[in-house]
């Protein structure tokens, strides 16, 4: 398990929140940026830890587990366990949470099947959570330890401008005053993976309204 960091939510509980990539080695975000996740990822040394069965599976999968990475820092916060990315992905698949398409794409994460998912295998109390504003989720983190929120992916250059909002998953462990803090799964350094802080209104400019709240 990778090094807990403390985090204190709004509510007043304490936490220990692991940090996990949706890549097996973190640091390879720049270059899934560059060459695409199918053949960067061919050359992940550690692809054996998501538990595919074989590289190709995992560089296949590994663009869509942003959902699943999330997941898998929950369940390490609640249990101390370390489940291995895939195992949840193809959990999730069976119940209809991706979907193989005939052509290869992987459709997903789907979140309405998310929900039985997480509550059938591990005993979570998700919701899925739409038409919000981003100063909404500190009133979600009243009552969810979590809210696994809908960005755009270039959420890790906060500077710059989306061309859309949506399609990649953060998860959102705490709102403090006009400042929220996540973890990113596929953030391209250490500020912008583990722990990551902005103001609430950058992170509108990527926040598309939706997400998951996974209460306590």
Not at 43 to 57: I, K
């Amino acid at each position: 398990m990778r090094k807990q960091k403390r985090v204190v939510v709004d509510a007043g509980v304490t936490q220990r929140v692991p940090y996990f990539s949706q890549w097996e080695t973190p640091e390879m975000t720049l270059a899934v940026v560059a060459e695409g996740a199918q053949t960067a990822l061919l050359r992940d040394p550690l692809w054996a830890s998501s538990g595919a069965r074989n590289v190709e599976e995992y560089a296949h999968w590994a663009a869509n587990l942003c959902g699943m990475a999330c997941l898998k820092m929950v369940l390490a916060a609640r249990t101390g366990k370390t489940v291995p990315i895939m195992d949840l992905a193809m959990g999730c698949r069976d119940y209809g949470g991706y979907v193989e398409e005939p052509d290869g794409k992987i459709k997903g994460l789907i979140y309405a099947p998310f929900v039985p998912f997480v509550r059938d295998r591990f005993d979570l109390n998700a919701r899925v959570v739409t038409g919000i504003s981003v100063a909404d989720i500190a009133d979600i983190l009243t009552q969810s330890e979590f809210f696994i929120a809908s960005v755009h992916h270039s959420i890790r250059w906060p500077e710059t401008e989306p061309p859309a909002k949506g399609g990649h998953l953060v998860l959102v462990t705490a709102v403090s005053g006009n400042r929220i803090r996540f973890h990113n799964p596929s953030g391209h350094i250490a500020e912008t993976r583990e722990n990551a802080e902005m103001p609430l209104q950058t992170f509108e400019r990527f926040f598309a309204g939706r997400g998951i709240a996974i209460d306590r």
